[in-house]
């Protein structure tokens, strides 16, 4: 249990999803992201695995992660950018500093879920 403690740390509680001109919106990340499941407790969810790998650019790591709802598997692919760009029209700090999406068990994308 206390590996699996370790890799919820690893997983940013929150993610943000950009809605064009309404700013952002919150979204959980301890949800199941296939297809035809829509199991939002974090008991039946179990990260199992954790890869990490690292370039010039950016930090990846992927957590896999069991749903004991639909008892398949997905991964959540997180990508730290070390470069971040400063946008144009602000002087705040780029919020932008990590991309997330979810990939099938195959490494398939299934879709850029937000930033963190
Ligand atoms: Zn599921």
Not at 24 to 52: A, G, R, T, V, Y
Request: some cysteine.
């Amino acid at each position: 249990m206390s590996e699996n403690d370790d890799l919820w740390r690893e997983i940013p509680g929150t993610a943000y999803v950009s809605l064009a001109r309404r700013g952002m919106e919150k979204l959980s990340l301890d949800q199941c992201f296939l297809n035809n499941c829509d199991n939002e407790d974090i008991n039946l969810l179990e990260p199992f695995k954790k890869e990490e790998f690292e370039d010039e650019k950016k930090l990846t790591k992927l957590i896999h992660i069991k749903c004991h709802k639909c008892e398949r598997t997905f991964i959540l692919k997180l990508e730290t950018l070390k470069a971040v760009a400063k946008s144009n029209d602000s002087d705040d700090q780029a919020l932008t500093m990590g991309l997330i999406y979810a990939l099938d068990e195959k490494g398939k994308n299934i879709g850029h879920i937000g930033f963190f």
